[in-house]
């Protein structure tokens, strides 16, 4: 790897989708909290989830393909940092008379920043965008999981002050469009408000805590919104380590639900972790425990199995054999011998990384801004003699961190 500037895992593309972190929404509206635009996506990618799981239920319906769903919301996310200042009425009216236009600004805008991408990321980046017909499917999910996103915010924001001038022209038009989705099984469900309802909004919550919740910071970053960056940065990291289609997929779920359990437990710092022997093993039964009464009843019992794959050991490199779950594998022998479907393999050793960088990253992003303090540059300086020198089978990661770390 010989500049980072020319790897899937390139600085310009990262601190572009960092720059979500900073995007404000609903500017125009009374909020009791700060909106952004990384929980946003974050939440609508939990969401589509749900709603692809639901679509591939029942008699003769045929699969979600994952991997089209995944690389939709990473575009759709690059897609909206860019235009992200245009109001939604006007970018609606934007896109239907001049949408191909809009499209083509967007991707000569990001052509420096996809195309080192390998997997042929660039070229579906455009297809998607531009042909109609391309995953047709996996786009509907993504455009109903935005929408019942957007409404889950803006039901806090109508609670807080429903009587400002326009609010529930905003409400029906939201409620519109999500009625144009009721096709969708997982909608229907949702709109129920029952127990699958409830799994989206405990994960809406994790919005609401603070990454770094000791320390002031420049962007800050939520739980849920780590979440999906560290999804994103270990789908980056497996198109450098050239994995195949549905590994990569498996691995951008199983980061994407890393920290879950969180939800019912509340960040732990590592340090704190560290502090006492054996201390770690005891919050992991206790969140292990917490998931199984609290989070896993809300979610349909097929789902059960692939949400404790993704959340125990979930930085453990493993693979299910004959049934049963085989960890301590290498990244190489994921690669060699379990890189099948059937194997469900993970690359947990590649999304630890990955949860590592992101926490650099947040850490180095506030220290140039200016603010810092002595949990962030203790952290930054803890990481970068763990990852300085650091490869993971193809991936540099150490190429990576040198990249951004503070000058």
Not at 170 to 178: L, M, S
Not at 267 to 273: A, C, L, M, Q, Y
Not at 287 to 301: A, F, G, I, Y
Request: aromatic fraction near 10%; hydrophobic fraction near 40%; charged fraction near 30%.
């Amino acid at each position: 790897m010989s500049s980072v500037s020319a790897t899937s895992l390139n600085k310009p593309l990262i601190e572009h989708l960092y720059d979500s972190a900073s995007i404000r929404r609903w500017n125009d509206q009374v909020r009791p909290m700060e909106f952004t635009e990384l929980d946003k996506q974050a939440h609508k990618m939990v969401i589509a989830y749900v709603l692809a799981k639901f679509e591939e239920e029942g008699d003769g319906r045929p699969p979600i393909d994952w991997l089209l769903l995944i690389e939709g919301g990473i575009f759709e996310m690059l897609h909206r940092i860019i235009l992200t200042d245009i109001k939604p009425p006007v970018f609606y009216k934007m896109m239907a008379e001049k949408g191909r236009e809009l499209n083509e600004y967007v991707l000569a805008q990001l052509a420096g920043m996809v195309e080192p991408v390998k997997g042929g990321f660039s070229e579906r980046f455009r297809r998607h965008l531009c042909e109609e017909g391309y995953a047709r499917r996996e786009k509907r999910v993504l455009k109903a999981a935005h929408f019942l996103a957007t409404q889950w915010e803006f039901n806090i924001i109508y609670r807080v002050c429903p009587f400002v001038y326009g609010i529930d022209k905003i409400k029906t038009e939201i409620e519109d469009q999500i009625e144009d989705h009721y096709d969708l099984f997982g909608v229907q469900r949702l709109a129920l408000g029952r127990k699958t309802s409830g799994f989206v909004d405990l994960c809406g919550q994790l919005r609401f805590q603070r990454r770094w919740s000791q320390s002031h910071r420049i962007p800050e970053t939520s739980v849920l919104g780590h979440m999906l960056m560290v999804a994103v940065l270990t789908y980056l990291a497996m198109r450098e380590q050239e994995a195949s289609d549905h590994r990569v997929a498996n691995d951008f779920l199983a980061a994407l639900f890393h920290d879950l359990p969180e939800v019912l437990t509340r960040d732990i710092t590592s340090p704190v972790k560290a502090a006492v022997e054996g201390l770690e093993d005891i919050i992991k039964d206790y969140e292990r425990e917490q998931v199984e009464d609290r989070l896993l009843p809300l979610l349909p019992h097929a789902w059960h199995q692939q949400i404790r794959y993704y959340t125990e050991d979930e930085f453990s490199n493993r693979a299910v054999v004959d049934g049963e779950l085989r960890t301590g594998l290498t990244v190489g022998e994921i690669g060699t011998h379990y890189d099948d479907p059937r194997f469900q393999p993970v690359d947990g050793e590649i999304i630890r990384c990955c949860d590592h960088l992101a926490a650099f990253i947040e850490a180095s992003l506030s220290i140039q801004h200016g603010i810092t303090s002595k949990h962030l540059t203790e952290g930054v300086e803890r990481l970068m003699d763990r990852y300085g020198n650091r490869r993971v089978g193809k991936v540099d990661f150490g190429a990576v961190f040198r990249a951004f770390a503070p000058a």
